[in-house]
């Protein structure tokens, strides 16, 4: 079998092409470049940015807890020492304590039976009348139905507040 051969004909030479390839052997590889710079800048700022955050979240963790523990013993001292004070008032309030201040002052303990006087409603001056006068106006008359109950009233009150 006889095979014919085919002739490629090039419109220009082969050292003119040589010459262009060497020229400009990839032109796109400036913008990939480029962005792989600009990948690793944007990665760095992240990464950056999430340190700072990071940081700053743990130094505030830190601070805060450390407030907080110095807040806690206080709030202890404080509840100590009102502790404290509250046993002494408690031991100044004592009726033995106040039974040996008085005797030291010169007071007699009571003996026998001790009567207190209760408490009676004065009468209510007018104007331009003495306290005589008024005390000899309300003996003289006999008090009323609600002058009664208005005294035993006013009595009942008075002894809950002692």
Known sequence: ???????????EALANTNRDITR?????????????IKSIM????IVGITGAIGAETVHLTVVKGAQVRSLEKEIA????????????????RSVSRIESVALSMGMEKPTGKVYMAGVVP?????????????AAQTSEDKPSTIQKFSQKFTSFFASTQR
């Open 1 to 11: 079998m006889v095979v014919a051969q085919e002739s490629v004909e090039w419109q």
């Open 24 to 36: 400009n052997p990839r032109p796109n590889r400036k913008g990939k470049g480029y962005s792989k």
């Open 42 to 45: 944007a990665l760095g700022l």
């Open 77 to 92: 001292d404080i509840k100590t020492r009102n502790e404290l004070l509250q046993m002494e008032v408690d031991k100044l």
């Open 122 to 134: 004065s009468a209510k001056n007018k104007m331009g009348a003495s306290s005589t006068q008024v």
